[in-house]
């Protein structure tokens, strides 16, 4: 990281719980206003729309059940490394196949709670990649990694599990930290990949990268949504439209296969819209209805369409889908977006439309010493995510043609494309 000014805290942060580490000096706090949230946006969040503190505030307003902690670290008066901390109760089969899933599934009907691990988070499931930073020479990688040990065992004694989440093959300091969690006896995961669009230029530049066949298909796409009704247009008032909206977002999330969860509630949507740098674009039929939208929050030269939501009668033969992710990263490349977060599943899709991959990994352990001896060799397997079968890591490494021969377009892993974009 680099050097930033020194950031202090008001006297009264003294009366929040707090531990201390030699020189260093802990507190926790239970929201994002609490702590040094400007610090946090800029050296954590690096100012992502869905790390930073409106959206963790968004957050904590849909979610008030949630066990959320903020995780200062300072020495005197210097903050020196900031996370997050989240408990829930993880289905370990989240991420696993159908067949172990329907096989979960009748195991529970007699033990309901059968490979469902309560989980300290340093990271939220709502979202994706790191969720800390340290001051490198203020904070050694082996002395953080005893903060997070500690401060997790404060705020949530009964988690079985500690998951550090996530670091990314594209990082080279976070994957110097992984090797410290390792040789504290964190065991390492393969996580899901996260799918990006790096700005070339605008998207008229962007279109000229792609695949020859993919190219065609963009070109079709106006005379596809011609003849089913459609037109895309950004909601002028998207509140007024939101329980309409949430409809078509719950079809997807239920038909969803890479990511099976509870959908977010109807208040986080309307928390989210709330907030600067969020827009809907909605796609709407022939008589009018809403049969699609998807929704993107803006931030600092990163554009993330986080959430999307589909009407199943008119989406395949529209590429509903396709029309709006295109849309939508064409946009933003065009308002001068530097990059366009795509987030996680519907990988073929998204590099179709020319985005890379940059692989992740999370790393846990079992919160109490003896349960880690025994157990602690399952992890890999109690956390598996099956890994998408084709893909492109960066850098630079040629993308699949992702079409389907016949039909010259961009192929679609599964009708289920999940709810987060």
């Known amino acids: 990281m680099s050097a930033q000014a020194p950031a202090t805290l008001a006297a009264a942060d003294a009366e929040t719980p707090a531990f201390a ?29 869905l790390k930073d503190t409106g959206f963790l505030q968004a957050l904590e307003h849909a979610y008030p059940e949630r066990r959320c902690r903020y995780v200062e670290v300072r ?10 901390l989240n408990e ?11 067949r172990v899933k329907a096989a979960v599934g009748w195991v529970r009907r007699i033990v309901p709670g059968f490979l469902r691990i309560r989980v300290a988070t340093v990271g939220t499931m709502d979202t994706s990649g790191a969720h800390w930073w340290h001051e490198a020479g203020a904070v050694e990688p082996d002395a953080f990694c005893r903060l997070v040990q500690r401060a997790a065992k404060a705020a949530f004694p009964r988690a079985h599990l500690l998951l550090f989440r996530d670091v990314l093959d594209s990082d080279p300091v976070s994957g110097a930290l992984a090797l410290q969690f390792e040789s504290a006896g964190f065991r390492r995961v393969q996580g899901l990949p996260i799918a990006s669009v790096r700005s070339h230029g605008d998207a008229g530049a962007h279109y000229a990268s792609l695949n020859r066949k993919v190219r065609a298909f963009i070109r079709k796409m106006p005379g596809l949504a011609a003849e089913h009704g459609l037109r ?13 909206a949430y409809a078509l977002f719950l079809n997807v999330s239920r038909r969803a296969k890479e990511v099976q969860r509870e959908p977010v509630p109807l208040e986080f949507f309307r928390q989210l819209l709330r907030l600067p740098g969020c827009r809907m674009t909605v796609a709407r039929g022939s008589s009018g209805q809403m049969v699609g939208f998807i929704l993107t ?80 060799g399952l992890i890999p ?41």
């Not at 829930?88 to 159908?98: E, I, K, R």
């Not at 993308?399 to 961009?410: L, R």
């Open 88 to 98: 829930d109760v993880l289905d370990s089969t989240m991420f696993a196949s159908p």
């Open 21 to 49: 580490d030699g020189e260093l000096h802990v507190r926790l706090v239970s929201t994002a206003t609490d702590w040094h949230h400007a610090l946090w946006d800029e050296r954590g969040a690096l100012r992502h729309p």
């Open 297 to 376: 929050r803006v931030a600092d030269g990163v554009a993330s369409p986080a959430y999307i939501g589909l009407d199943y009668t008119v989406s395949d033969g529209a590429r509903l889908y396709h029309q709006l992710l295109w849309s939508e990263i064409a946009t933003c490349l065009d308002a001068g977006a530097g990059e366009v977060d795509l987030g996680l599943t519907s990988y073929f899709v998204k590099q179709g439309f020319g985005a890379v991959l940059d692989g992740s990994v999370m790393l846990a352990r079992f919160q109490q010493a003896m349960v880690h001896r025994l157990l602690g």
């Open 381 to 421: 397997h109690l956390l598996h995510i099956e890994q998408p079968a084709a893909r492109r890591k960066r850098p630079g490494v040629p993308a699949p043609t992702d079409v389907n021969a016949d039909a010259g377009t961009p192929a679609v892993e599964s009708r289920q494309e999940p709810a987060e974009a």
């Open 232 to 244: 895309l247009e950004v909601a002028a008032r998207p509140l007024d439209h939101l329980e309409e």
């Open 75 to 84: 020495r005197g008066e210097q903050v020196v490394a900031q996370f997050l």
